[in-house]
């Protein structure tokens, strides 16, 4: 037979005593808003922690623009590289093509001086006793000799009006005449020839001018 004082007793539940009348409990933090108050120094560290992130932004913000800055400076500047390029190939093929088609001037201007010659020949030359004359073997020459200027862009200097111009025409001699008023070419001594768009050779002439007092 088990003794009682072996066995399990019952489970006693503690009832804390009540206090002494008028005595109120201590009351417990209360819980819900008034217990966030505490929360704005967390926020203001928050703030504190994001400053330095805000200041890498404004200063990558600052060098990209500064960056954009410079791009545009360096594509300007390439342009106006490019555009020099240009204007140099341009000068330059413009300097070449002078060169090719100026290049010959000086052998130009000696076949200028045959065909004076050529020229007195044809003045001068008698006829033959055949009827084959010496001036149709210098007339064909000659022809070949203008053939040849004209192939390489050398055409005569026509007179046009008898005006005398000194772009073109040399003076040889100068008289003073009542017939006219303003300087004309007398006579032409000698051809003068442009060689495209330059000038060749001055042609030689006698001009005359109006009288002086007149």
Not at 81 to 99: H, M, P, T, V, W
Not at 141 to 158: D, E, S, T
């Amino acid at each position: 037979m088990t003794d009682e004082k072996d066995k399990p007793g019952e489970e006693i539940e503690f009832i804390p005593e009540a206090g002494p009348p008028g005595e109120e409990k201590p009351k417990e933090p209360p819980a819900g808003p008034a217990a966030e108050k505490k929360e704005p120094p967390e926020k203001d560290a928050g703030h504190e922690a994001a400053r330095p992130i805000k200041d890498k932004l404004k200063k990558k913000e600052a060098e990209i623009k500064h960056l954009k800055k410079e791009l545009e400076e360096t594509k300007e500047q390439l342009l106006r590289k490019l555009a020099d390029i240009e204007n140099l190939r341009k000068r330059f093929e413009r300097e070449k093509s002078d060169y090719f088609q100026y290049a010959l001037s000086g052998l130009l201007l000696e076949l200028v001086g045959i065909t004076d010659n050529f020229e007195r020949a044809l003045q001068s030359a008698p006829a033959d006793a055949d009827g084959k004359t010496f001036r149709d073997g210098v007339e064909l020459i000659f022809r070949m000799f203008q053939n040849l200027l004209a192939k390489n862009g050398v055409r005569p200097i026509v007179l046009k009006d008898k005006a005398f111009d000194p772009n073109f025409h040399h003076a040889m001699t100068v008289a003073e005449s009542e017939d006219v008023k303003d300087p004309e070419v007398k006579e032409e001594l000698q051809k003068g020839y442009m060689h495209h768009d330059r000038l060749l050779r001055p042609a030689l002439v006698r001009v005359v001018v109006p009288k002086k007092g007149k």
